[in-house]
């Protein structure tokens, strides 16, 4: 059974930083595509970021200059630092992982996390 489990949300005030982290775990070989999505409140859930496995990296505009993902394939951890935090980034950040190759199938399936909150506010 493959599990996504975020941590690194909480309070920021604007102009700081966070860090999230998300470990894959289920007798995993490799992971395609690891990501990070968010929702707000009242609005739908969008892309923040996503990395492939080769290191291909795309970024939603709204975080561009702002925010780097970056993934340890050894460890199937997919990170988020956050930097400049404004209030618009508040929001529930959940971890993706698409195409993952276990010791006894390949799933092309999302898999999400539950989800961290972060609340950026003074």
């Known amino acids: 059974q493959v599990q996504l489990v975020e941590s690194g949300g909480g309070l920021v005030q604007p102009g700081g930083s966070l860090r999230l982290s998300c470990a894959a775990s289920g007798s995993i070989s490799s992971i395609n595509t690891m990501g990070w999505y968010r929702q707000a409140p009242g609005k739908e859930r969008e892309l923040v970021a996503a990395?492939?496995?080769?290191?291909?990296?795309n970024y939603a505009d709204s975080v561009k200059g702002r925010f780097t993902i970056s993934r340890d394939n050894a460890k199937n951890t997919v990170y988020l630092q956050m930097n400049s935090l404004k209030p618009e980034d508040t929001a529930v950040y959940y971890c993706n992982a698409q195409g993952i190759l276990t010791l006894t199938a390949f799933y092309a399936m999302d898999y999400w996390g539950k989800g961290t909150l972060v609340t950026v506010s003074s």
């Open positions: 990395i492939t496995s080769g290191g291909r990296i």
